[in-house]
């Protein structure tokens, strides 16, 4: 079903608060039943054989937030760590975070780390967990390393090439994203991987997270099979 130059799939997970507004449950009953869709989209994505799925589960700006949804949804990703630790080493899943963890709290960090680790040798999907992230957040810490760097004497100014500037991103290790998919029906990026999305195609659904299944994610893909990817090139 995948075509071959659909090798990995970033997503806004976005809409749980209107879901759960449409339903007369509180917010927090919306991000919860984001995080089992997590789960079921993360089979699905090793069911199809992608190579790496990114999800964009908290961003710099959420810290914004009311303290006592921030802390609600600190506590679901972190019951999402105990409870998928074990389904991650089964289910051959490498697992990477994007982003800043140092703003969680400590036992936070340690375990993504753990679970990082322990999955490093795996080698079925990538999944790639966006947390703490902002594309521009992330260019600027490139260009920081950038500067140490140069300031080290370990890089020359006409040795500063995109590959450079790439291998100082979150990212580093991974492929571009071919598809990006926004739910929700807002049609915005949202600071969500600024750099890796320079050539991806969009999709734009109006599917609430909650309710983004298989047969959406499919129709996702069908849509990518129609584009042409040209690369600025005709
Ligand atoms: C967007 O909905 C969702 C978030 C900001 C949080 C996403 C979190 C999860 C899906 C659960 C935790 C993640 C993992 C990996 C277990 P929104 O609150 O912006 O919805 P709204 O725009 O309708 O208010």
């Known amino acids: ?29 919306g991000h919860k039943k984001g995080s089992e869709n997590v789960k079921k ?24 937030r009311p303290k006592s949804e921030v802390n609600f949804i600190v506590k679901l990703f972190d019951n999402f760590l105990d409870t998928e630790a074990k389904n991650f080493v089964k289910q051959n ?13 400590s036992y936070i960090e340690e375990k993504c780390l753990k679970l990082i680790e322990k999955t490093s040798q795996n080698t079925g ?26 300031k080290d004497s370990k890089i020359k100014i006409e040795d500063i090439d995109f590959k450079a500037i790439n291998d100082r991103l979150w990212t580093s290790d991974l492929e571009d994203p071919d598809l990006l998919i926004r739910t929700s029906g807002e049609t915005r990026i949202s600071n969500f991987m600024l750099w890796q999305l320079a050539y991806s195609e969009i999709y734009f ?10 047969l959406e994610l499919k129709k996702a893909i069908e849509f ?5 990817r040209r690369f600025g090139k005709v």
């Open 224 to 228: 990518y099979k129609t584009r042409e």
């Open 205 to 214: 659904t109006s599917v609430l997270w909650p309710d983004f299944n298989e």
């Open 1 to 29: 079903l995948l075509p071959s130059n659909l090798k990995h799939i970033a997503i806004i997970m976005d809409g749980n608060g209107r879901w759960a507004k449409k339903h007369f449950k509180p917010r927090s009953f």
């Open 41 to 64: 989209i993360i089979k699905t994505c090793i069911n199809l054989e992608l190579k790496t799925l990114s999800l964009f589960a908290f961003s710099f700006e959420n810290w914004e």
């Open 125 to 150: 999907l990538t999944l790639n967990i966006a947390l703490s992230y902002g594309g521009r957040q992330e260019i600027l810490n490139a260009c920081k390393n950038l500067c140490c760097d140069f």
């Open 93 to 105: 899943i490498i697992l990477k975070i994007s982003g800043d963890l140092s703003k969680f709290p």
